[in-house]
């Protein structure tokens, strides 16, 4: 995936009000649109109305529906939305083609390069 430039819509998906507040800031400073959501409910529906939303940057681990299961809803609902995940757990099961993953932790720096 490209690397976020100024203007891009991107939301964060995290339960962790830090982590996703100090990545929502992050990439504020860089320029993009942020939105943000702690579930993957509250990304659904941000999608419905932002069609704008280029990115969702999402943890594997919400509660709720998971990172994978909301990657898959985005997949057949939003196909053009590129979807980045991370995780600080060790994955059983390989990311699907076409998804970046970021282990966590990760350094801000890390989410402008994707």
């Known amino acids: ?30 320029g993009c649109i ?8 509250e990304c659904l529906d ?12 999402a943890d594997i681990k919400l509660p709720g529906r998971d990172g994978l299961d909301l990657l898959q809803a985005i997949r057949r609902e939003h196909p053009k939305v590129a979807v ?11 990311i699907p083609a076409g ?3 970021l282990k966590k932790p990760y350094d801000l720096f890390d989410i402008e390069r994707l």
């Open 1 to 30: 995936m490209k690397s976020p430039a100024s203007g891009t819509t991107v939301v964060i998906v995290e339960d962790e009000i830090l982590i996703r507040a100090a990545a929502a800031r992050y990439l504020r400073e860089c």
């Open 99 to 101: 998804v970046s993953l």
């Open 46 to 57: 941000l999608l419905a109305v932002e069609r704008s939303l280029e990115i969702v940057f």
């Open 84 to 94: 980045v995940l991370t995780t600080g757990k060790t994955l059983e099961a390989p």
């Open 34 to 41: 942020v939105f943000e959501a702690a579930t993957a409910e």
